[in-house]
């Protein structure tokens, strides 16, 4: 809709209020692995696409759906209709190929899977403070993941994909020259373990998670073929002390506890580290106004929806409790899009 002066347009309003529109169509092309396919051949006409993934709509409902992927930045097309060629993006080859070692897809897969379907009772949550995924019914999130195999494989690669980009990022933006091991806290597949090792051949790192990451972890490591200067912990932060390190990171860690459980994980790391070392926290990090990273704040009520009580924060939230615990300063390095790593010194 064309504005005219001051006039008011619906326009942000539609945007946003169809949003899960444009998140399905990406989402489900994750899903049928479009990207991972198209790699493959390099370019693909809508005919062979729509006869690979056995799709049964007609002609005219593959090409809007492949030009939908297209004008959203996802696809490269040349040509028109049935005369089209898709390939993809130098974004989608490089995050969505299935068979790269920077596939991010992970996340998207979860989201579709497990999160799309919760974040329909948002409304439900925000009314209760209840948790409203596998744990809607009584227990526990991690419980409930950790109990099924299949569900535990895909929430680890998620919280890998969802932070491929800022691990690559920190690998390289943080001063490692004064450091020589690292531990990843919730290590997950010891992707950032590993992003660093292979950034800064000096680091030695550990990715410490719970007993059932560890097979997974280990795969991954193999993957990257750096198990001389990258090893796979067992270990639970709630009860088992963090092992010392002169840089413990935490990604995505904080973000699933309420203040007081926040401050206790902190006090760990703090008592993990030599002085002068840095403890680091990778998350979407709202901006002190709360108005700029809307990805911070769509997370922060993610948080409801996965634990009740999880919640993320901004970074004047992260300095008051990096003072209580004892750290001596902070600092905050963006990170790949919406997220940092909020860095405190001993």
């Known amino acids: 809709m064309e504005q005219h002066g001051n006039l008011p347009t619906p326009e942000n309003i539609m945007k946003i209020g169809t949003g899960f529109w444009a998140s399905k169509i990406l989402l489900s092309a994750v899903r049928f692995q479009i990207f991972t396919t198209i790699s493959q051949s390099k370019?693909?006409?809508?005919?062979?696409?729509?006869?690979?993934l056995g799709l049964k709509c007609s002609d005219r409902n593959t090409y809007d759906y492949l030009d939908a992927l297209t004008a959203f930045g996802f696809l490269?097309?040349?040509?028109?209709?049935?005369?089209?060629?898709?390939?993809?993006?130098?974004?989608?080859?490089?995050?969505?190929?299935?068979?790269?070692?920077?596939?991010?897809?992970?996340?998207?897969?979860?989201?579709?899977?497990?999160?799309?379907?919760?974040?329909?009772?948002?409304?439900?949550?925000?009314?209760?403070?209840?948790?409203?995924?596998?744990?809607?019914?009584?227990?526990?999130?991690?419980?409930?993941?950790?109990?099924?195999?299949?569900?535990?494989?895909?929430?680890?690669?998620?919280?890998?994909?969802?932070?491929?980009?800022?691990?690559?990022?920190?690998?390289?933006?943080?001063?490692?020259?004064?450091?020589?091991?690292?531990?990843?806290?919730?290590?997950?597949?010891?992707?950032?373990?590993?992003?660093?090792?292979?950034?800064?051949?000096?680091?030695?790192?550990?990715?410490?998670?719970l007993p059932p990451i560890e097979p997974i972890a280990n795969a991954t490591i193999e993957q990257f073929q750096l198990s001389d200067r990258v090893k796979a912990a067992k270990g639970d932060f709630f009860h088992d002390e963090i092992p010392k390190a002169?840089?413990?990171?935490?990604?995505?860690?904080?973000?699933?506890?309420?203040?007081?459980t926040k401050i206790m994980l902190m006090q760990k790391a703090y008592d993990a580290l030599p002085s002068g070392g840095a403890f680091v926290a990778i998350e979407g990090v709202i901006d002190d106004e709360r108005i700029k990273n809307i990805f911070g704040l769509m997370m922060s009520l993610n948080m409801l929806i996965e634990t009740g009580k999880g919640f993320d924060y901004t970074f004047a939230d992260f300095n008051k409790w990096a003072n209580k615990v004892g750290f001596r300063s902070t600092k905050l390095t963006p990170l790949a899009g919406p997220s940092s790593a909020a860095i405190a010194y001993k």
């Open 43 to 52: 370019t693909m006409s809508a005919a062979e696409i729509k006869s690979h």
């Open 76 to 209: 490269n097309r040349e040509g028109l209709l049935e005369k089209a060629k898709y390939s993809n993006t130098i974004d989608t080859d490089f995050f969505l190929d299935k068979n790269k070692p920077s596939y991010i897809g992970g996340m998207l897969e979860m989201l579709n899977n497990r999160l799309y379907q919760f974040w329909g009772n948002l409304e439900d949550g925000l009314l209760s403070g209840l948790p409203q995924n596998e744990a809607k019914k009584g227990g526990n999130l991690f419980d409930a993941l950790y109990s099924d195999a299949d569900r535990l494989k895909e929430f680890t690669h998620a919280m890998s994909g969802i932070q491929m980009g800022n691990f690559m990022a920190f690998s390289q933006a943080f001063d490692f020259s004064k450091y020589r091991t690292l531990v990843d806290v919730g290590g997950s597949a010891g992707l950032l373990s590993l992003m660093v090792a292979k950034n800064q051949v000096h680091m030695n790192c550990i990715t410490l998670d």
């Open 246 to 260: 002169d840089v413990v990171v935490m990604g995505n860690i904080l973000h699933d506890w309420d203040e007081e």
